[in-house]
């Protein structure tokens, strides 16, 4: 088994790069506003995700995260706004839609009861993949992430970075063009959260893929990351590190993010939670 | 999508609730032993109390053990449906749901594809409480063990679609305890599975209606006629007419926008 920091190489996909293919951005939100009874939860947010974008979508802990991931994945009816994936309405065409997107949820989604093989071949179906090339490609992916002997395991065997691999393994199986991941490193030691963000940076460079990030982890919006900040439902800001870094007028992301969200700044990033 | 693609959506969610149900070993063996119970105990203690006059589809007197397993039948196909609709439960609970409702399939596939999986399940169950039954003497004809089969299709379609409705009601695990209690032990109670209505219609005209119009009724009916080589089209109309209101719900109940699944959403 790979170390827990190991990274296997992402080689190009052969003939096809999604970056050079000019066309709709991977994701497209505009105007999307969600509430649950009378509790906004979501308004007027827009933002783009574009191809071969590493995409960060920093907030705290209920700043709707995890329910614009909802909206994004047809799990709710978005009642206002739209959302499109490659230009795909999620709603008038959610099957186009769907089938572009991989998803690593925030909440484990795996079968405990089941190996590590049977939940890839699962997933597999659920996106009408054929037995033998499902196979191949759960080869593969597994050997990727360094799990590939631990295929016949029962996933409740599995220690939780093991199982986040596994996670990002079941939502690259279909091969996606979009893939997004809500929190995927909560509850990770230092060593599997690096591997997953090297990871699926490396998909990002390597294979084109858009990737939108949610997390409430400064230090996770790294490099040339676009960044997006989320707070109490409203979009606070959406660039570069140093589109906001010059918005804000702050030395570093943690002031800058302090202050859009309406506290003090406090001086150096941390990679502690906000 | 092409229908190969279907074909292979339908076989992967078979498949699971297959292994699911092999690897929880407590859950195939409660759902023997459960009927295998009642008719070892329940009918051995009733036998000699009921007395069961010749009625269709029976072309004689019967003892009541015959009587009853075309009910116990009947019964596994409603705990399993349950037990599904609990697993729904679960896998909502525990997120895997996600894994299902994400897939590009449209949404009334997939919870159509869960119930086939289901009824496939509960048929092997049965099918092995039939060859169990035959060292009680309950034997019925060769080709009632192939005319039951469709028979045991459509009850376990209904009774399953029926879960489905109520894993979208039921918000937290700890609630399925009430299912148990305003769901399955009226419907097996208030139905033909283990006394005639003629008998329940001279003790209580109300309670005989009620079960006349219980679907519970109507898959044992079902059932019981297939197996004895006839064919009830009351209760076959019946089962169909409460599958398709069934699915309807269920399929509205996990509908995004408006269904139950949205406006519990708001709850949590």
Known sequence: ???????????????????????????????????????????????????????????????????????????????????????????????AALKRMGVVFQQSTLDLDLTVEQNLFYHA???????????????????????????????????????RRVELARALLHDPSLLLLDEPTVGLDMASRQFLLDHVRQLCRARGIG???????????????????????????????????????????????????????????????? | MTVAQYSLCLSGIVRREALRWLNQRGRFVSALVRPLVWLAIFAAGFHFVLGVSIIPPYETYIPYEVYIAPGLLAMIQLFNGMQSSLSMVYDREMGSMKTLMISPFPRWFLLISKLLAGVAVSIVQAYIFLAIAWFWEIVPPPSGYLLVLPALILSGLMLGALGLVLSSFIRQLENFAGVMNFVIFPMFFTSSALYPLWRVEEASPVIYWISEINPFTHATELIRFALYDRFNALSAAVVVAYLVVFVGLAVWGYDPGRGLMARRAGAE
């Open chain 1, 1 to 95: 088994m790979a170390p827990e920091s190991a990274v296997a190489a992402v080689p190009p996909e052969a003939g096809f790069d999604r970056r050079a293919d000019h066309g709709p951005p991977a994701l497209l939100v505009r105007g999307l506003s969600h509430a649950f009874g009378a509790r906004q939860v979501l308004r007027d947010v827009s933002l783009t995700v574009g191809r071969g974008d590493f995409t960060v979508l920093l907030g705290l802990n209920g700043a709707g995260k995890t329910t614009l991931f909802a909206l994004i994945t047809r799990l709710y009816h978005s009642r206002a706004g739209k959302i499109e994936v490659f230009g795909a309405n999620i709603q008038s065409a959610p099957e």
């Open chain 1, 125 to 163: 179906a659920l996106h009408g993949m054929r037995r033998g090339a499902a196979r191949q490609r759960i080869g593969e992916e597994l050997a990727r992430i360094g799990l590939i002997e631990r295929r016949r395991d029962r996933v409740r065997l599995l220690s939780g970075g093991q199982r």
């Open chain 1, 211 to 274: 990737v939108l990030w949610a997390t409430h982890l400064i230090d996770e919006a790294v490099g040339d990351a676009r960044i997006i900040v989320l707070h109490q439902g409203e979009k606070r800001a959406e660039g570069p590190l140093d589109e906001i870094l010059a918005m804000t007028g702050m030395r570093d992301l943690k002031a800058a993010f302090d202050l859009l969200i309406g506290g003090a700044p406090k001086g150096a990033a941390e990679g502690d939670a906000p």
